[in-house]
Each structure stands twice: as C-alpha cells, then as structure tokens.
C-alpha cells in the first residue's frame, strides 16, 4: 500500500521560511518523479514543484521560482520543499504527489498524471 505522508505546514509570518517534507512508502522511491502542488480556498489545485525520477531535474511554478527548492533523498523515501521569502499568497493546502517513470517519460506539472497523492499540510503566511 503506497502512502505518502506530509509534515512541516504551520503558520508563518510573511517573509518568513517552511519547510515541508513527504516520506513515501509502499513504493520503489527512485521510479518516482515527485511533486508539490498546493490548493488554496476556492481555487484549483495548482503546481509548485517537481523533481524527475531520473536525472534530478527540478521543475517549478513561475511563481514560486527563486523562493522554493525541492529536494529529494531517495536512501530515505523522502521529499522535500523549502519555502523562503513566503508571501500571504503563498497560503493553501500543499500535497505531496508521486508519479511512476512510465517507459521513461514523465510529465512533472501535468497534476492528472501522478499515481499517488499525500493526504496535505497547511501552510498559513501572515501579512
């Protein structure tokens, strides 16, 4: 049974750092392209971040360049996403999703071709 598990949300002032991490189960970490997508109230779930199963490349949201890293170490399952210069913006529900290499191919912003999502933390940034 795959399950990916989120910890790190919190409240925060603007300005300030988060960083969130996703431990993964069930599943063979390194055939995984791993990403964050966040939802905020009334709106769409949207991209943040990405990083491939292959060769590391990292993918990220226009909005979140510069300020945001994702990271991963695949000896421990885990994922993670530094969050710095954090505006009130920034506030929504992140995910943790996995996605299966596929033949090779991956598809790191597309959030309908991902396998597997993580249940969420909320992230609150004060002005």
């Known amino acids: 049974q795959v399950q990916l598990v989120e910890s790190g949300g919190g409240l925060v002032q603007a300005g300030g750092s988060l960083r969130l991490s996703c431990a993964a189960s069930?599943?063979?970490?390194?055939?995984?392209?791993m990403g964050w997508f966040r939802q905020a109230p009334g709106k769409e779930r949207e991209f943040v971040a990405a990083m491939s199963w292959s060769d590391g490349s990292t993918y990220y949201a226009d909005s979140v360049k510069v300020r945001f890293t994702i990271s991963r170490d695949n000896a421990k399952n885990m994922v993670a996403l530094q969050m710095n210069s954090l505006k009130p913006e920034d506030t929504a529900v992140y995910y943790c999703?996995?996605?299966?290499?596929?033949?090779?191919?991956?598809?790191?912003?597309?959030?309908?071709?991902?396998?597997?999502w993580g249940q969420g933390t909320q992230v609150t940034v004060s002005s």
């Open positions: 999703a996995a996605q299966y290499f596929n033949n090779g191919r991956y598809y790191p912003k597309a959030l309908n071709r991902y396998d597997y």
């Open positions: 069930g599943l063979t970490f390194s055939r995984y392209t």
